[in-house]
Every structure is written in structure tokens, then in C-alpha cells.
């Protein structure tokens, strides 16, 4: 089995910590966990997202192999998305930094604050 190194500028590794760093895929990711989701569902949940954004974030967390994309054949298409199973694996690690940023916004927003002032 092949391992990065993310230290190392060159490694590949950084284009992937790119990604499951980014706010709308670690959004996209938390708003999949109950299952697939549709395109203006998935907005509505993430709020604040314009719809170029979230799509570029779904294309690219398929690209790599995170998500899938399901077109249904129907009028008007009806197309979910869903995450892979390298996209659930994500789950747990991006859950409990989600968890700690909620748990923890008051005391970061007070170091800004303080940090602000002087």
C-alpha cells in the first residue's frame, strides 16, 4: 500500500487535504450522511452556497471519488447524489471536527475578538 507524505510539497497528498479541507465538501459530506440527497435539497441544507459553488464542489468530490451522481430517467431528470463508500469513510473524522468547531465557536470567536482589539 502506497502512503503520502503531506509535508512533502510535491505528494499528491495535499491535493486531497484540499478537497476534505474545503468547507463546502465538508458540508456536502455532513449533508449526505442520511442518504442520497437531490441537488436543491442539498442546497437548502448547506445555506449560503450559490448553486455554481455547490456544483463545482459535486463535481469535483465525484471526480474524486467521493460521491456519485444518479440521473434518473424522468421528465423533468430527477439526479441524486450519494457518497461512495471512500466518501462515508470521511464521515466520522469530518463529524467529530464539525463537533468540535460547534462545541468550541464561542471560545475561537472571543480569541478573535481580544485578538481584534489589540
Not at 7 to 29: A, E, N, Q
Request: aromatic share 6%.
Amino acid at each position: 500500500m502506497l502512503h503520502g507524505d503531506a509535508f512533502d510539497p510535491d505528494c499528491p497528498t495535499r491535493l486531497i487535504l484540499d478537497r476534505i479541507g474545503d468547507k463546502w465538501s465538508v458540508l456536502v459530506v455532513l449533508s449526505l450522511r442520511e442518504g442520497p440527497r437531490r441537488f436543491t435539497r442539498l442546497r437548502d441544507t448547506i445555506g449560503g452556497v450559490t448553486p455554481k459553488v455547490l456544483t463545482q464542489t459535486l463535481r469535483a468530490m465525484e471526480h474524486d471519488g467521493l460521491l456519485t451522481r444518479r440521473v434518473f430517467p424522468e421528465v423533468p431528470p430527477r439526479v441524486e447524489y450519494e457518497l461512495t463508500p471512500l466518501g462515508l469513510s470521511l464521515q466520522r473524522p469530518i463529524q467529530a471536527i464539525a463537533d468540535w468547531a460547534e462545541e468550541n465557536v464561542h471560545e475561537v470567536m472571543a480569541a478573535r475578538s481580544t485578538h481584534e482589539q489589540s
